[in-house]
């Protein structure tokens, strides 16, 4: 018993006594904001836009302004940099959330929603920050026709920023493979060579638990998503009056026409994700004319060549891209590899920046808050030892929310 | 694939100007006669002339209609049929179908430009077939040449097959339904024409929606196409379309339906014929699910004057395209004009898209097949093709 009031004791010191901020503010009766300067050789602003010693002003967990270091006040709290200073980066697409996120009972759970899955307290997060993610996308049901609500979360904070980012749907032969029969069974079936899986292995129909849930087959699919866009009950009939992006996964070239074409017909804006050929001439043509983004990756070693040019092509044609990382049964550092590998076979520096930060966020549906420095931005920033789009490049400290959350410890 | 579309479009570069004039030693446009030394000419993707005169940007033997397949055989496997109900009514192959597979370039280039897609007949009733091109952009948009074209069904033991009874175990799955046997299959689609005629669960959207298809089917303004191999499963089918007064009924893969000429021509239906064969034995009862289709199949039907399409079945082999079925049948005894129109114009018709295509007339699409030598002889090969007014395959490099 004495232990716990020793302890509730300690505590209560601590809350009185903590530390105030450093810096010389002086009391009053509205709370002074809370300052944080970050002086660095090289802030990149946006894509393309790079302040040789530059400064960015946090209060209060926004950007104040960003500008030269001449306008550092040495009074107030700040950090000096020597290397590269940039937003944080956003992963679209994420395995995150793990098994919390796999409803897979039915093939529709479109009141699913991701966010309460989301549990900041997992490694993962910490893991994807310490790589310069400060927020990502969670999927829910990600094998369901109709997986629900997306949310983007920030990777430390715990801090949910759109608990309703987008609907999850899945026009690819993931959300029919629970049901489909076994192709063996049946003459002249998926013969064909070149139909591959998101992991890179070759397709295949033999499955277990066939025929536990409808549908089977990309008509049965199609069928039920006209049918309940029609009808536009809750979340189908505010994605139809475009209150709702849509994400779209589908990952072989005829899977992403066939989210293209009924993106159109049914009016939804979003994105589709998977598209590991976004960058074939009709992929590419189709894209643009629903009006779509396109979520690719992560990728890794054994990624096609004809994959890694998607980004030249797609950004060449003026198509919003931007990653998803395999965290966490990969490394988050997937993100920036993909990065790297796209702009290693064509893609231009600024088109791997945008499909990284000012892209993503605008796919995850908070690009007027995230994805570049800018005043009025909310403060996820972070500081490498060089060039991000080299992989040398390591990250030396992240801020989300105007807070330093990597390494761990007080600033 | 990539080095490939590149190619593809540097061909297309090519063809820019899509006019052109072939000229031929033969040309036959099915429609009539054929006229020696004649000259097509094809502008903006139309046939512009079909007469005598020689001289053209292209030369060659002989010129046909580009072939109209049925039975093709191009699919996404399972995933174009919908396994939920045994009565995808509904459903559109339209809706789940590879553009991109190498398979219609494939037959593009052995002079089949035009198909039938249908799901894969895993259902009583599977759904909407589809005609299209089986060239240009691989987008629905630029292919479809008729949408809805078949209602598509099986009669036999292929949709029974992976159902299970529930007997001696609990049902996990929708397999455990009707039907598993010949006898259940047309059970269900017996039942599904019964119910659309009598309104029933008409009150659910869905099945309002089945049972107006159904109902245009039994009205004729919807072509029912059944796969129906074996005897007892093109009587079954026959004796359907008898019951239900089913005006238009198209038989696919009609292997045995030589077996049953008197109903065949009683009952109006038209058949689609298989690939012939190499290997083949006369069914004798013991083996239920090995068919045999003589050579003369085609003659026979022919002389009985049931209308027929040859179909490929989407085969690979060498001898095995459609083209090399038009050969098979007139080993057997069909005449050359009959073996072109059942590669051409008798397929198109039976999918309605003879307005189009499926023979050389003003007008229609300039799908044509040029040729080295006579069409179908062992050593004549299709040497060009063009897909409405585009040179898909130059004759000038073969």
């Known amino acids: 018993m004495n232990s716990v009031w020793f302890a509730a004791g300690a505590l209560a010191l601590a809350w009185n006594g903590g530390p105030s901020g450093s810096g010389g503010e002086t009391p009053s009766a509205v709370p002074a904001p809370q300052i944080l300067q970050v002086r660095a050789r090289e802030v990149w602003t946006a894509a393309g836009a790079k302040l040789t010693d530059g400064l960015v002003v946090i209060a209060d967990g926004k950007i104040r302004s960003v500008g030269p270091a001449s306008a550092l006040d040495p009074k107030l709290p700040h950090v000096e940099h020597d290397g590269v200073l940039t937003a944080g980066l956003i992963a679209c697409g994420s395995q995150l959330g793990g098994w919390s996120l796999q409803e897979d009972t039915r093939a529709v759970t479109s009141e699913a929603r991701a966010r309460l899955a989301f549990e900041p307290e997992q490694r993962a997060y910490a893991e994807a920050l310490a790589a310069g993610i400060t927020t990502l996308v969670l999927t829910p049901g990600p094998d ?24 999850a749907l899945n026009l690819s032969s993931r959300a029919l493979g629970r049901s489909t029969v076994s192709s063996g069974f049946f003459f002249g079936a998926a013969d064909e060579p070149g139909a591959v899986q998101p992991d890179g292995s070759a397709e295949t129909t033999a499955r277990t638990g066939r025929g536990t849930r409808e549908p089977t087959s990309y008509s049965g699919a199609v069928t039920m998503l006209r049918e309940l866009f029609g009808r536009g009950q809750g979340v189908f009939g505010r994605a139809r009056k475009g209150e709702l992006p849509v994400v779209l996964e589908a990952w072989d070239r005829h899977e992403v026409l066939r989210a293209t074409d009924l993106a159109r017909e049914l009016g939804l804006r979003g994105a589709v994700r998977g598209a590991p050929l976004a960058g074939d001439e009709h992929v590419v043509a189709a894209l643009k004319t629903a009006g779509l983004g396109v979520i690719v990756g992560p990728y890794g070693a054994d990624q096609t060549r004809a994959s890694l040019e998607s980004l030249a092509r797609l950004s060449a044609a003026g198509v919003p891209v931007a990653f998803a990382t395999g965290a966490p049964a990969a490394t988050p550092h997937d993100l920036r590899l993909s990065a790297a590998r796209a702009l290693a076979a064509g893609a231009t520096p600024e088109a791997a920046w945008r499909a990284l930060t000012s892209d993503a966020a605008r796919l995850a549906g908070v690009g007027d808050a995230l994805g570049e420095l800018a005043a009025g931005r909310e403060a996820d920033l972070v500081l490498w030892s060089g060039n991000p789009l080299d992989l040398t490049a390591r990250v030396v400290a992240v801020y989300v929310d105007g807070a330093r959350a990597f390494p761990a410890g007080t600033h | 694939m990539l080095s490939f579309l590149a190619g593809f479009v540097a061909a ?84 789940a179908l590879d553009l991109f597979s190498f398979r219609w370039e494939r037959e593009l280039r052995s002079g089949v430009t035009t198909a039938l897609a249908n799901p894969l007949d895993m259902d009583v009733l599977g759904g909407f077939g589809v005609v299209l091109k089986t060239g240009g952009a691989p987008t629905l948009e630029r292919r479809l040449l008729r949408a809805d074209a078949v209602l598509r069904g099986a009669i036999g033991t292929q949709p029974s097959s992976g159902n299970s009874s529930p007997r001696g175990g609990e049902p996990s799955s929708f397999y455990y339904r009707r039907p598993t046997t010949r006898m259940g299959v047309e059970w269900v689609a017996r039942d599904a024409f019964y119910r659309a005629l009598q309104g029933e669960g008409s ?61 065949l021509v009683r009952s109006g239906a038209a058949v689609v014929l298989p690939p012939f064969q190499a290997t083949g034995r006369h069914v004798d009862g013991t083996v239920p699910d090995t068919y045999f289709q003589p050579l003369d199949t085609a003659k026979r039907l022919s002389d009985l004057g049931v209308p027929f399409a040859l179909s490929s079945n989407g085969g690979r082999e060498l001898g095995a395209r459609l083209a090399d079925q038009a050969g098979h049948a007139m080993r057997g005894g069909l005449s050359f004009e009959a073996a072109l129109a059942a ?35 062992p050593t004549s090969r299709v040497i060009g093709v063009l897909l409405d007014g585009e040179l898909v395959l130059d004759p000038r490099t073969r």
């Open chain 1, 144 to 167: 369901n026709l109709v997986g629900g609500l997306t949310c983007a979360v920030k990777t430390h904070g715990g801090r949910v920023l759109a608990p309703e980012a987008s609907l």
């Open chain 2, 12 to 95: 297309l570069c090519v063809a820019q100007d899509n006019d052109w004039t072939i000229a031929a030693e033969v040309i036959y446009p099915v429609s009539k006669g054929p006229i020696e030394n004649g000259v097509v000419r094809v502008e903006n993707g139309k046939i512009a002339a079909v007469s005598k005169g020689g001289g053209g940007k292209l030369e060659c033997y002989a010129v046909t209609p580009g072939f109209v397949d049925l039975s093709v055989q191009i699919d996404t496997g399972p995933t174009s049929v919908e396994q939920s109900s045994e009565t995808a009514v509904r459903m559109r192959v339209a809706d």
């Open chain 2, 203 to 263: 009150a659910e959207p869905a099945r309002a929606e089945e049972n107006a298809i159904l109902r245009k089917v039994l009205s004729g303004e919807t072509v029912l196409m059944l796969q129906a191999k074996a005897t007892q499963d093109v009587r079954t089918a026959l004796y359907l379309k008898e019951e239900f007064g089913i005006p238009r009924l198209i038989l696919d893969h009609a292997i045995e339906c030589w077996r049953e000429p008197e109903i």
């Open chain 2, 343 to 377: 590669v051409t114009l008798v397929p198109a018709t039976l999918a309605g898209v003879a307005e189009r295509v499926g023979s050389l007339e003003v007008g229609k699409d300039a799908d044509l097949v040029l040729w080295n030598g006579k069409p179908f002889e």
